[in-house]
């Protein structure tokens, strides 16, 4: 398809336990960034990457969190040792970094991971 | 800094009636300011965004959305309302100095028959 792509769609793990969630961004969008979304929350920013650029990891909220984007496409969010807290939606999306047509701001969400930390 | 605000967060309301959902935000530059909407276990879909130009931006589905620039408020409207748009709604600003969107807490559209 030509959309956001995020697998596994949910993910059921047991406290300290490590998971990769994944997302694959729609060709050619050179930027990419990782929420979360907890239950009756809003989006958290998480971290952003922009093409080959150093990303920006100033929302990740513990270092228990990483995340890296291999060849400038797919995308994984690591969360180590995973906490209770860390039970949530997780939402990828990416867009293009050029300034006419849809522009760096118009985000393509994909449908996300539900991660359950049990 | 720039921030999003949504009082409310649900907003019942019977079929076929009018809608607004409030937007505020703060900011001491141009903004770019976006609607999204997320159904039950879907991703963000864009609703309609204001970049410049006319104030009354029309999206989809029969939302529309007015950028005011005195009360700082992006409001979003549809004249009725279907079962259909019952999801979740977020109001976004873009952040150009570091290339994010920052996203209000949502608000909870409830349209009831």
């Known amino acids: 398809g030509a959309g956001v792509s995020q697998s596994p769609s949910n993910k059921v793990t047991e406290k300290g336990k490590d998971v990769e969630l994944r997302c694959d961004p729609i060709s050619g969008h050179t930027a990419l960034y990782w929420y979360r979304q907890s239950l009756g929350q809003g989006l958290e920013f998480l971290i952003y990457?922009?093409?080959?650029?150093?990303?920006?990891k100033s929302g990740l909220p513990s270092d228990r969190f990483s995340a890296e984007r291999t060849g400038g496409s797919v995308s994984t969010l690591t969360i180590q040792r995973t906490q209770q807290e860390d039970s949530a939606v997780y939402l990828c999306?990416?867009?293009?970094?050029?300034?006419?047509?849809?522009?760096?701001?118009?985000?393509?969400f994909g449908p996300g991971t539900r991660l359950t930390v049990t | 800094a720039q921030s999003v605000t949504q009082l409310d967060s649900q907003v019942p309301v019977f079929e076929e009636a009018p809608v607004e959902l409030r937007c505020n935000y703060s900011?001491?530059?141009?903004?770019?300011l976006f609607w999204y909407v997320q159904y039950p276990n879907q991703g963000l879909q864009l609703l309609l965004k204001?970049?410049?130009?006319?104030?009354l931006v029309k999206g989809i589905n029969g939302f529309e959305a007015e950028f005011n620039k005195s009360q700082t408020s992006f409001h979003l409207r549809k004249p009725s309302v279907h079962i259909s748009d019952t999801a979740e709604y977020f109001c976004a600003v873009w952040m150009d100095s570091s290339y994010k969107l920052i996203f209000g807490s949502g608000t909870r559209l409830l349209v009831r028959p």
């Open positions: 204001y970049l410049s130009g006319s104030t």
């Open positions: 900011s001491s530059v141009s903004v770019y």
């Open positions: 990457f922009q093409g080959n650029s150093a990303p920006d």
């Open positions: 999306a990416s867009s293009s970094s050029r300034r006419t047509g849809t522009g760096p701001y118009e985000q393509y």
